[in-house]
């Protein structure tokens, strides 16, 4: 298990569980009361850090690199899965993956952005940042899914699309913006949920749906707190204040109205107990898909439109 | 310094001045420094005669430009921005927005105007960039989406004049939410079969570029306009070496196959017209 900053005082206490358990191994002492004890510790030191995180923490938590991403889920959550490849223009973005496949006996197309689990496959995936075609790809499939009917799940987890020159080259903001209006558009469910960074234009362009859910320790905004610091204060050391600024978490987006459901991650977070996490995240879109499976296209297309229309506060003044 | 002649037939706002362009003013390119009077500048369309660069202008004097008679009504004008979140940074987004009103005597980054073009009736929304970079918040959202609405009303065609660095940080997801927002209503404006035609102008990027601007039936954009998604400072910073030349100028985008075609400003107002002809 890798520890953050902030879990250093958790760390220590599972480092003397461990310590004590080789010495009650090695030495034939009765070490159970005292690992007892430690682990009740434990438990106090848990409810206390993770119970008060701050929004910066939360951040961290949802980039832990041990925390599982959109194939762990579709894998623990469908019963079968074929990955569909390719935009058909360009080529195959791997940051972004997407394929039918069987949730509680149905069919459903599922995307999302796909980060990487070490160093090789993180560039592989180039950390998660699409390229145009990745968003060209996700709507070829949530194009197929329309033809046939089928519900669309979409898994954001991105620190932004790629800002390199090819991308500009091939169109990003055009892949967006084409992907934001086509999805308004599109005859079927949507669900999107947030499982680790929703970071701008990025996220967005694979989250226009019926439902949004995001799990709880995830966040969603337009820019990245440490790029927010960059450009506001002019440095990166101000990313802890910006995160408090940008309310970006996922009890922040559900009190603006900008979300509708927080997913409840085990203690400490997803990767705490990740199996656990793929089958509440389960439960709660197939409850999401009974919702919406009453809708007909017209109420589907028109729910996407107040939803988003009604999204931001100003005032009238003469 | 931004200059708004009127005409008495005008309908505008009550709080603009009248203000007629002083003789002797001067007007210095920003590129090749070549210098006219304030007048003839404005009867060159703000576009240098020596080098051809588009003076960053403001929504008003777009409005003049293509508007017959410099005649249009402004609407929504009393729309104004609240801030939800009690954003601040070095200084608080209340600050930065009374700043920027004080400055514009706007009340947000766009501006949308109704009236006739060569004759056909034509919604506008255009963003001032010397309002906090023209960026998007709630406001230009909710303009947007009521000049949709009133293009619908009236069954009129849609023109939307971009000028903008991207959403506006100090608004966070709201701003975010503002690219689907405005996407929705055009889905509306095009089920009503009403032409968009979507202006891309110098600078054109991040939220702004990912969103409506890269949705028109047809894009153009004013010659040499930056626009991309990213900035280029951000390019450069992940790619680690220098940007090719001409990179993320509408030239760039219109041989990539993201521009129908570049209009200059001397030509926007027929060129338009021409273009609309074919879509009503
Ligand atoms: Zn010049």
């Excluded at chain 1, 997803?270 to 109420?299: G, P, R, V, Y």
């Excluded at chain 2, 293509?66 to 954003?87: G, K, T």
């Excluded at chain 2, 939307?160 to 503002?178: D, N, T, V, W």
Aim: hydrophobic share 40%; aromatic share 8%; net charge negative.
């Amino acid at each position: 298990m890798i520890f953050l900053d902030f879990e250093r005082p958790i760390a220590d206490i599972y480092d003397r569980i461990v310590q004590l358990e080789e010495i009650g191994n090695a030495e034939d002492i009765d070490v159970s009361p005292a690992i007892a004890e430690l682990k009740e510790k434990l438990e106090q030191k848990k409810q206390e850090i993770y119970g008060t995180l701050s929004r910066w923490q939360k951040v961290q938590l949802s980039r832990h690199p041990e925390r599982p991403y959109t194939l762990f889920y579709i894998e623990n959550m469908c019963s079968s899965f074929t990955e569909l490849h390719g935009d058909r223009q360009h080529g195959d973005d791997k940051a972004i993956v997407g394929g039918f496949g069987s949730l509680d006996g149905r069919s459903v197309m599922m995307i999302g952005h796909q980060k990487g689990v070490d160093t090789k496959s993180r560039q592989y995936r180039n950390f998660g940042m699409a390229n145009p075609e990745g968003y060209r790809k996700a709507l070829r499939l949530m194009k197929l899914a329309e033809k046939f009917n089928k519900p669309i799940i979409c898994l954001i987890d991105t620190p932004g699309a790629y800002p390199g020159i090819e991308a500009e080259q091939r169109g990003q903001a055009e892949a967006i913006a084409r992907n934001l209006y086509e999805m308004v558009n599109l005859k079927v469910p949507i669900i999107c949920a947030v499982i680790g960074e929703g970071a701008s234009g990025g996220a967005l362009g694979i989250g226009v749906g019926n439902r949004i859910l995001m799990l709880e320790n995830t966040w969603y905004s337009v820019i990245s707190p440490e790029s927010c610091s960059s450009i506001l204060w002019g440095n990166w050391e101000h990313k802890e204040q910006a995160a408090e600024q940008l309310q970006l978490t996922a009890e922040d987006m559900k009190r603006f109205g900008l979300v509708d459901t927080i997913v409840p991650e085990p203690l400490g977070g997803a990767h705490h107990d990740a199996l656990l996490m793929a089958d509440t995240l389960k439960n709660q879109l197939i409850a999401t898909l009974d919702e919406l499976a009453e809708l007909s296209d017209n109420e589907l297309r028109d729910q996407r439109i107040n939803k988003f229309s009604s999204m931001g506060h100003y005032e009238v003044m003469s | 310094m931004a200059w708004f002649r009127r005409k008495k037939e005008g309908i505008r706002t009550k709080t603009e001045d009248k203000k007629e362009i002083p003789d002797g003013l001067w007007n210095h390119c920003k590129r090749c420094k070549n210098s006219v009077t304030s007048k003839e500048h404005k009867a060159n369309k703000y576009v240098c005669l020596s080098c051809d660069y588009h003076d960053r202008i403001s929504a008003q004097q777009y409005f003049e430009i293509l508007y017959d008679n410099e005649q249009y009504e402004e609407l929504f004008a009393d729309l104004a921005p609240v801030d939800v979140l009690n954003f601040s940074d070095k200084r608080p987004y209340k600050k930065r927005l009374e700043l920027a009103q004080d400055k514009t005597k706007k009340k947000d980054a766009l501006q949308v105007g109704f009236g006739k073009m060569n004759g056909i009736p034509l919604v506008t929304a255009a963003m001032d960039f010397k309002f906090i970079g023209g960026s998007m918040g709630a406001v230009v959202g909710q303009k947007i989406a009521l000049a949709i609405d009133h293009a619908i009303a009236q069954k009129a065609p849609f023109l939307i004049i971009s000028k903008s660095g991207g959403a506006r940080m100090m608004e966070s997801a709201f701003s975010l939410m503002q690219m689907a927002k405005t996407a929705a209503k055009l889905t509306q404006l095009s089920e009503a079969k009403l032409p968009f035609i979507s202006l891309l102008t110098d600078p054109t990027t991040g939220g702004v570029s990912a969103s409506f601007a890269m949705l028109g039936d047809m894009n153009i954009a004013e010659p040499n306009a930056l626009i991309g998604f990213a900035g280029p400072r951000v390019i450069r910073e992940t790619i680690k070496r220098d940007l090719p030349e001409g990179f993320q100028t509408s030239e760039f985008l219109l041989e990539h196959g993201f521009l129908d075609l570049i209009v200059e400003r001397e030509n926007l107002k027929e060129k338009l017209t021409e273009l609309y002809s074919h879509m009503i």
